[in-house]
T-cell receptor, first 114, second 116 residues
Framework: GDSVTQMEGPVTLSEEAFLTINCTYT??????LFWYVQYPGEGLQLLLK?????DKGSNKGFEATYRKETTSFHLEKGSVQVSDSAVYFC?????????????FGQGTILTVHP | GAGVSQSPSNKVTEKGKDVELRCDPI?????LYWYRQRLGQGLEFLIY????????KSGLPSDRFSAERTGESVSTLTIQRTQQEDSAVYLC??????????????FGPGTRLTVT
């Protein structure tokens, strides 16, 4: 079945540091890939997405590239801010008869210190 | 416009009791999903409704769990004879058109269920 594996956290960084959160997946067919973010006290919200190989999703300075050859979708940001402190979830949707169903990774807690 | 709403926000119940969780999706969203998030874990898919099609119940963990949705509106997730392992945050999400590759799901704030 489908699965998503994220790097274990928590991740603690200083402001302006470079961020990478690794995500790899196993899926049938050609899944769509997503990063969701959950800020403290808020609901889960979509951060960025990519729907086919070599697509790059980007939003709020975050980027992730859909790498089919390595089945990866690593999240990166060049300079993190305190406001980026949150839990980040990598997810996929396989489409086909399972269209709509998201499979999530376990989440990575990011804390950014001033 | 209003987002996805869920009620109650918190529910504490005794083991063995039944509970009912409610989700109001965004108006016009044909698809509705339920997920469960146990402490320190990722979200687990439970059930998916799309229009008038038969729901995808493949994620329901046991026959104690059931869900209903009337048309394209409110959904109710029912857990019968609750167990302590049912303690989790139950999240509802809706989307406009799941056959689109964009497939963005909008999540509600969740219901935190504690079974004592």
């Amino acid at each position: 079945g489908d699965s998503v594996t994220q790097m274990e956290g928590p991740v603690t960084l200083s402001e302006e540091a470079f961020l990478t959160i690794n995500c790899t997946y196993t899926a049938t067919g050609y899944p769509s890939l997503f990063w969701y973010v959950q800020y403290p006290g808020e609901g889960l919200q979509l951060l960025l997405k990519a729907t086919k190989a070599d697509d790059k999703g980007s939003n709020k300075g975050f980027e992730a590239t859909y790498r089919k050859e390595t089945t990866s979708f690593h999240l990166e940001k060049g300079s993190v801010q305190v406001s980026d402190s949150a839990v980040y979830f990598c997810a996929l949707s396989s489409g086909g008869t399972s269209y709509g169903k998201l499979t999530f990774g376990q989440g990575t807690i990011l804390t950014v210190h001033p | 416009g209003a987002g996805v709403s869920q009620s109650p926000s918190n529910k504490v119940t005794e083991k063995g009791k039944d509970v009912e969780l409610r989700c109001d999706p965004i108006s016009g969203h044909t698809a509705l999903y339920w997920y469960r998030q146990r402490l320190g874990q990722g979200l687990e898919f439970l059930i998916y409704f799309q229009g008038n099609s038969a729901p995808d119940k493949s994620g329901l963990p046991s026959d104690r769990f059931s869900a209903e949705r009337t048309g394209e509106s409110v959904s109710t997730l029912t857990i019968q004879r609750t167990q302590q392992e049912d303690s989790a945050v139950y999240l509802c999400a809706s989307s406009r058109n799941p056959t689109s590759s964009l497939l963005e799901q909008y999540f509600g704030p969740g219901t935190r269920l504690t079974v004592t």
